[in-house]
């Protein structure tokens, strides 16, 4: 899944997706499955970002300042190029989020189920240590 918003100047033309989102079905019993959604960064999405700070970089080569002035410039260009991608790449995910949100609203939902207290099942961290480092005693002495 993608999202685009409209231009600023034409109603037809749209803005290309700087973000997708994988979905995973995965069953869970043979009536109940679970969707795992993954947001990824396009690639062309990067490389779009990164023209401007470079084109700046090129033109700021020839100009006689300080050498530490003009990296200073060149980093703060890319920085800010990569911090405006990553904020745009979250929104369009979390506005991807909200549409699936929306759209399963209406399901039935369900809770998976819960791990049981720390009992005759279920033991604790440092029950598990002591259990294991017998374990390892035991089978070393074993080979």
Known sequence: MATTSSTLFSRRRRTFASCLLNARIEPITESESRISLEPHLRAPALISAL????????LLLPVPWPPALILLICATAYAASIISLLASARLEAHEMLYFVDKAFEDMRKF??????????DVIGAQDFRELWSEHVRTNMDDT
């Open 51 to 58: 023209i401007v700070p470079t084109v700046l970089s090129l």
């Open 111 to 120: 809770t998976l189920a819960q791990i049981a207290p720390i009992g005759q």
